[in-house]
């Protein structure tokens, strides 16, 4: 539908989003990795690693051989891992774009923790949906589109560049793609629930994100651009002279290990 490039919303908190640049990080980090393994050790990784509903429900049993870490730490390593190049792309690509001011609302450490409970989220709907699902499911996306909801609750009028249709730069209101984006996410969960593609783990995401940011932004951050926005997120120039500010108005079965068609994410 549309790619996020770029939003004009300074920060006012924090001078820095270390906590988003880490995460980004530690992605293209374990990506890259995946990328370099060896066919049987990625699906160790995979398996290993991935959020296998069956498995935390206790439906089915993980082979011994392919249990990397307690499952229940699976809520949150599953969203380190990516099916592909697009996959990974698109995920961190929102994640730069709109992570930031989360971040800057909330504050680093909170922000982690958002972040987290929001990638356990996704797992968690994901999971009650389809509890005795065998697919790993992997990628960062039930925490981004817990990223993507704060923003909009944050910031609906900033103004963001996007792309539509793969070839349209266009200045919007952030509510406008935003909003069209969650709903489609909820559109596809109501009614294509034979992809290969998690829509549970973005509801999931995005119900976690919306919640959140009420409690655990700082004290005196306002919704919904309820306050004057910083000159460089809204400053309108009229003349090389001149600046306006515009104010905003207030996979294993019972006992083995069965290879699967496509990966959950």
Known sequence: MFIPLHDRNALKHIKRQYVTLGLITANVVVHVLTLMMPEKLLEMCIYGLG????????????????VLVPEDSTYVTYA????????????????????D????????????????????????????????????LIGASGAVSGVVAAYLMLHPKVRVWVLVLMRFPLPLPA??????????????????AD???????????????????????RPGVPLFDRTIVTPRAVEHRE????????????????RTTPRVSHWGR
């Open 51 to 66: 959020f296998i509903a069956a498995v935390v429900f206790d439906f089915a049993d993980l082979d011994p051989s392919l």
């Open 80 to 99: 380190f891992l990516h099916a592909s190049w697009l996959h990974f792309g698109s995920n961190m690509l929102f994640l730069w774009v709109f992570g």
């Open 101 to 136: 001011n989360v971040e800057d609302a909330l504050g680093h450490w909170r922000f982690l923790l958002f972040y987290l409970v929001c990638a356990a989220a996704g797992a968690l709907v994901h999971g009650l949906l389809a509890p005795t699902s065998q697919a790993p």
């Open 175 to 192: 509510f406008i793609p935003l909003a069209l984006w969650i709903g489609q996410q909820f559109f596809m969960l109501l009614f294509n």
């Open 195 to 217: 992809s290969n593609v998690s829509f549970g783990a973005h509801v999931g995401g995005i119900i976690a994100g919306a919640l959140l940011v009420l409690v655990l932004r």
């Open 239 to 254: 003349s090389p002279m001149a600046e306006v500010v515009v104010p905003a108005p207030a996979q294993p079965t019972a």
